[in-house]
């Protein structure tokens, strides 16, 4: 197969390629595989490929030799740029939305409690709806901190509740950055994008 390669915008004149501090070759991108794997020659426009044995890669290896350099070299187009950027600013307000969270909660409970906690939610959910409902759960926590069970029904509940609440508006917010990531076509613009969480709406 035929590869196929993108240039450079801006190939270097003749007179720009006789100069040794000025690149003689460019990197050329395989659309096939996605690799930087020719060069081209500035001035007499041939292709060398890097990892075919030729005369002309011999000519392109004792012109680096020298120190010469090439045109964009490992360099990306600027639409890989902004995908990868926008890739940064997304795990960015991820990272600073599970940081919210852990600020607010400071939870210091051991991970098994943790892990009951949506079972928690659920008995007592239950039992707002139906008072006979059974809450297993919440009967043994309970008894061993011998305290009412429906007091602690009601709370358990109650936490249930302004935990969706909290998670909605985070959930939300975050959301609405991931929006204003993909909609931005630039990179300054995405600089621009100030990430801050709050607890509520205003």
């Known amino acids: 197969m035929q590869a196929t390669y993108i240039i450079s915008d801006h190939p270097a004149t003749a007179h720009e390629a006789a100069d ?3 690149p003689q070759y460019q990197y050329m991108r395989n659309l096939s595989t996605g ?3 020719v060069v081209q020659h500035l001035v007499t426009g041939a292709f060398v490929p890097l990892g075919v ?39 960015e ?22 892990d009951t906690y949506p079972l928690q939610a659920a008995e007592a959910q239950a039992w707002a709806l139906d008072n006979s409902s059974p809450t297993p759960l919440l009967e043994g926590i309970a008894s061993a901190r011998q305290i009412d069970l429906d ?15 909290l998670c909605g508006h985070i959930i939300g917010q975050r959301q609405a950055f991931e929006d204003r990531i993909e909609q931005t076509n630039t990179i300054n613009g995405l600089d621009d994008i100030v990430i801050q969480f709050e607890s509520a709406l205003k």
């Open 53 to 91: 044995a030729s005369p002309l890669l011999d000519e392109y290896t004792n012109y680096m030799a020298m120190g010469g350099k090439v045109l964009d070299a490992h360099s990306k187009s600027k639409q890989e740029q902004l995908t990868d950027a926008k890739a940064r600013k997304l795990a």
């Open 151 to 165: 007091d602690l029904r009601q709370r358990t509940l109650e936490k249930s509740q302004a935990w969706q609440t």
């Open 93 to 114: 307000v991820a990272q600073a939305a599970q940081a919210f969270i852990d600020q607010v909660v400071q939870n210091a409970a051991p991970q098994m409690e943790r």
């Open 35 to 37: 690799e930087l794997d």
């Open 20 to 22: 040794i501090s000025t």
